[in-house]
């Protein structure tokens, strides 16, 4: 399967704004939707709830995030969401802060708190907690999560390439966040320009130990050459790719460089408004990713944000390209690894190269004497095991040819014809003729 693109129109995954921006543009063009209330038309066009219940996921299959549990739940963590905004009864105990920094729309406001869905879908895969009613859930469901909406009913348009958020509101984003006690900041909205200030709020969030993680971008077709990611793109920002269930890489990313994937094709996701369904996206894939540092860094809280990247690299699960690729970077994220496995501290440093020497007459006199020895020692071995050769052969073998005369063992017997003791006295000659006088 190719996820290159986002899922299929007759799926309603939360990746797929372009079709919401055309069922928008239709909602406008229509006389009924234009005699109610504005901000309803608008709501009409949001994407709705999700699917009551749900099968266990594809991606928990992969990750089996809840092996971790027993040790770690990620609790004292906070993790912020940038993006969309955060809507969904799953998350409603989880959710700690959010605030909207997203810029007023020129075709106005449904006013609901994520009309988009990514950003609930992303924070879904974080946090969201257990039911009986689904075999979906967060990786990490008692973490506590932070939402800063960036982006409003629809994505930026004019100028810019497709879903792209201008860096100076993800700044803020970031500084919120980081105002709000976030240990870990999911950046699930990309901009395709850099600036100061979004470059500013990142290096505050990476000073103040907090682990900044980012979804990689995917390219579309009409996309100018050489546009990149950010904060993706930045020194020490977890860039994240997405895989599909095949384990396969999704085409066609935007970063220079790709650290980790996770899933993020045709994932199980939390709605705005309740219940689940599919989505697609890298934002989704950095999203497992923010769940499982989570529970590292509440099972490892001694761990800086460094040594905690360190770790999500040195366990990935190896990739199809081998470590460092552009599509995979170090592989598969690998939660229970991450936390619980036993790495060497320190830093890998090149030896320098050995140097022999030139060896003194006492060396050499002492090298020769060991080969003498060495010499002498194989010799008498050789006939110390000759001999035992010798006298395992005569113990094992005398016996046996005595009892055979010193016969081949394949010969045959020979036949005993019996004899007289005592030879008869030899006969004269001619004694068989007959005697006549002379």
């Not at 505050?204 to 130990?209: P, S």
Request: proline share 9%; net charge negative.
């Amino acid at each position: 399967m190719d996820n290159s693109r986002g899922p299929p129109a007759n799926i309603p995954g939360v990746y797929a704004k372009r079709s919401l921006r055309t069922l928008l543009a239709a909602a406008v063009g229509s006389l009924g939707i234009l005699l109610i209330d504005p901000s309803a038309a608008h709501a009409q066009q949001c994407v709705g709830a999700g699917q009551p219940n749900s099968p266990v996921p594809w991606a928990q299959q992969v990750l089996t995030p809840e092996r971790l549990w027993p040790l770690t739940s990620g609790s004292k963590q906070r993790v912020a969401v940038v993006g969309t905004g955060v809507s969904s009864p799953l998350l409603d105990s989880t959710i700690a802060a959010s605030v909207d920094l997203s810029p007023p729309s020129r075709t106005g406001n449904s006013g609901k708190p994520d009309c988009l869905g990514l950003g609930t879908a992303v924070a879904g895969v974080i946090g969201a907690k257990e039911t009986n009613e689904h075999g979906f859930h967060g990786v990490a469901p008692k973490t506590q999560l932070l939402s800063a909406k960036v982006v409003g009913d629809s994505f930026p348009q004019g100028g810019q390439p497709h879903d792209s958020v201008a860096p100076d509101t993800l700044a803020a984003g970031i500084n919120w966040s980081l105002d709000q006690g976030a240990t870990i900041i999911t950046v699930a909205a990309v901009s395709y320009q850099d600036s100061p200030a979004l470059r500013q709020a990142t290096k505050r969030a990476l000073d103040a130990d907090a682990v900044v993680i980012a979804a990689a971008g995917r390219a579309e077709q009409n996309d100018p050459p050489g546009i990149a990611p950010y904060p993706a793109s930045y020194d020490g920002v977890l860039s994240v790719g997405m895989i599909g269930e095949d384990g396969m890489v999704a085409a066609g990313t935007h970063a220079p460089r790709v650290d980790l994937v996770a899933p993020g094709a045709e994932v199980t996701a939390s709605y705005p408004g309740g219940g689940v369904g599919p989505a697609t996206g890298t934002e989704l894939a950095a999203g497992y990713v923010a769940g499982t540092v989570a529970l590292l860094r509440d099972y490892r809280p001694q761990l800086s944000n460094e040594e905690v990247v360190q770790r999500l690299l040195a366990t990935a699960s190896p990739a199809p390209e081998g470590v460092g690729s552009r599509n995979y970077g170090h592989g598969l994220i690998n939660p229970y690894q991450a936390a619980v496995a036993n790495l060497v501290d320190g830093h890998p440093t090149t030896l320098a190269p050995a140097d022999p020497g030139v060896p003194t007459a006492e060396e050499l006199a002492r090298e020769a004497a060991w080969q003498q020895s060495d010499s002498l020692a194989y010799g008498l071995a050789a006939v110390g095991v000759s001999a035992a050769v010798v006298m395992t052969a005569v113990v094992v073998f005398g016996p046996r040819g005595r009892r055979r005369r010193w016969r081949s063992g394949i010969a045959e017997a020979p036949v005993d014809r019996p004899e007289d003791e005592l030879p008869e006295p030899p006969a004269d000659l001619f004694d068989d003729r007959p005697k006549t006088g002379v």
